[in-house]
């Protein structure tokens, strides 16, 4: 059965037009090649 | 596949043979990036959008610089009705790609249609309006929202998702049913949607199970306190044609009106509006014949009065006439009673018209005539001939004038006013000598004084 509160939680708002700007800003794309990277010179650095 | 370190073009060497950078690592994650946007561009295909917008998010959390796996997210995002996250995915690849990016395209061709982008913002905040409505129980403000965007943005997924709950949530399960196809069509195997859909399935069985098993049973009559609820035939309606007829009718009918009620009386206060200007003429035309006839009456009676006063002016100018000849009289019987004969007779012959004189006037005009005219003759006579033989030829045509008036036909006055005329002119003989001349011949044929005349005359 159904339970309407429960499901409603998992909607969350969209962003808006105006919200575009700060959704770019604020998007963090450090990916897996970053980490590995800052894991290579960690390595590098404790040698 | 380059070099993290030193951007060359990596062999199938566990090193790079530019910089000798251990790239084993690398390279396995930068394969799985590019298996996850394979696999996400499979799912994209047979329109599992949200499966694929799961995997490719995976793929550049892998690897960022996978510029094509960002781009078939961003259209993921876009197909699902999410502009805002497809338009963050398309500019974050083109920073990181600038040249020879499908994103540039992708980009322009949101930007080029200002009126669409506007109306995807409107949608967007209408269904957070709605999710607010729907979070504080205002299920009805929530429903009329969603078909809002619904009808603006159809390929909202989660707006039909959100829709399709709050029907389930009020029993109505066959408009959530076609919510919840509507964002399958987009999404094919969205989890949400199918969930619900499971749902409202599972109900379904079960009503028809209860149904099935209350038919078996004998139905009980119905009594007093049984309520019978007719079946809603309430159907989802489309407003915009409704609108439209609506709007229709009404313009027919405002131009029926205008034809049957309106028309008319406005036709008839114009004919009235002409009749009163009709009657006001007619009273000005009738008001105006009477000053005409007042008119042309006085103008008649001053046409009348004048012509009495005519005659009375007349009556005077006579009775003036009258009185100035008697003072003339008198004024000729002082002369005579002064011994000035020739005055009397002058006096006499410029009276003139005897007419409307009285018997005494006449006894009295007759009698100095009568005793001053010879008299006035020879004196005339003689004073004429003594300026002719003066050559004073001017004063004898004076006293043979009153001569010739004394005695009219006097041969020898006629001649010698002739003579005297040409003797004045210098001896040249004029009409008025030749006048003179041919009323002697006229008067005395035969006679000397008619021979004399015509050697004037010659």
Redesign the interface.
Same mark, same amino acid.
């Given at each position: 059965? @159904?339970n +309407?509160d429960e499901? *409603?939680k998992? +909607?969350?708002?969209? $962003? =808006?037009? %105006? =919200? #575009?700007e700060d959704? @770019?800003y604020n998007?963090n *794309? #450090?990916?897996? #090649? %970053?980490i $590995?990277?800052s894991m @290579?010179k960690e390595k590098e650095e404790d040698k | 596949m380059r070099c993290y370190r030193c951007g060359s073009v990596l062999s199938d060497s566990e090193f790079c043979n530019g910089c000798g950078a251990d790239v084993k690592i690398y390279k396995k994650i930068i394969k799985l990036s590019n298996t996850y946007y394979n696999i996400g561009l499979e799912k994209a295909k047979v329109r599992d959008l949200s499966g694929a917008a799961d995997i490719l998010r995976r793929s550049v959390r892998l690897d960022k610089k996978n510029t094509q796996a960002r781009n078939l997210l961003g259209l993921v995002y876009y197909e699902m009705g999410e502009v805002v996250e497809a338009l963050s995915q398309w500019v974050i690849s083109k920073n990181i790609q600038p040249e020879k990016n499908a994103a540039d395209d992708y980009i322009k061709d949101i930007q080029s249609n200002q009126t669409k982008l506007e109306s995807m913002n409107t949608t967007i905040k209408k269904y957070n309006a709605a999710l607010s409505y729907a979070k504080d129980n205002s299920d009805d403000l929530a429903i009329i929202q969603l078909k809002k965007v619904v009808s603006l943005n159809p390929r909202l997924v989660k707006a039909y998702q959100l829709l399709a709950l709050l029907y389930m949530k009020r029993d109505e399960y066959g408009k959530a049913r076609k919510c919840l196809t509507k964002s399958l069509a987009i999404d094919m195997k969205n989890t949400l949607s199918m969930k619900y859909l499971g749902e409202i399935e599972k109900l379904n069985l079960v009503s028809d199970t209860a149904l099935k098993s209350e038919s078996v049973k004998e139905k009980k009559p119905l009594s007093g306190n049984d309520v019978i609820i007719p079946e809603n035939s309430y159907r989802d309606v489309n407003y915009g044609l409704m609108q439209f007829i609506t709007v229709v009718v009404g313009i027919l009918i405002g131009a029926a009106m205008v034809y049957f009620l309106i028309t008319p009386a406005k036709e008839n206060n114009v004919t009235s509006e002409y009749k009163e200007t009709i009657n006001e003429y007619s009273e000005n035309i009738s008001k105006l014949n009477l000053t005409l006839n007042e008119l042309q009456s006085n103008l008649d009676t001053l046409t009348a009065e004048n012509e009495s006063l005519k005659a009375s002016l007349d009556e005077a100018a006579k009775i003036g006439d009258i009185t100035a000849a008697y003072t003339e009289l008198l004024e000729a019987a002082a002369l005579y009673a002064n011994d000035d004969k020739t005055g009397c007779a002058i006096k006499i012959l410029s009276l003139g018209d005897e007419e409307g004189k009285s018997e005494e006037y006449m006894a009295l005009y007759n009698a100095l005539k009568e005793k001053s005219f010879d008299d006035a003759y020879t004196s005339c006579y003689n004073a004429a001939y003594q300026a002719e033989n003066s050559s004073r030829y001017s004063d004898a045509i004076e006293s043979f004038k009153i001569c010739e008036q004394l005695q009219p036909e006097n041969l020898e006055i006629l001649y010698h006013l002739g003579k005297n005329y040409v003797n004045n002119n210098n001896g040249v003989v004029d009409d008025t000598a030749k006048a003179y001349f041919n009323k002697v011949i006229e008067l005395g044929p035969g006679t000397n004084f008619a021979g004399w005349s015509e050697t004037y005359l010659k």
């Open positions: 059965m @159904i +309407f499901e *409603i998992k +909607f969350h708002p969209s $962003l =808006e037009v %105006d =919200e #575009t959704a @770019i998007n *794309i #450090t990916d897996m #090649t %970053d $590995l990277l @290579i | -």
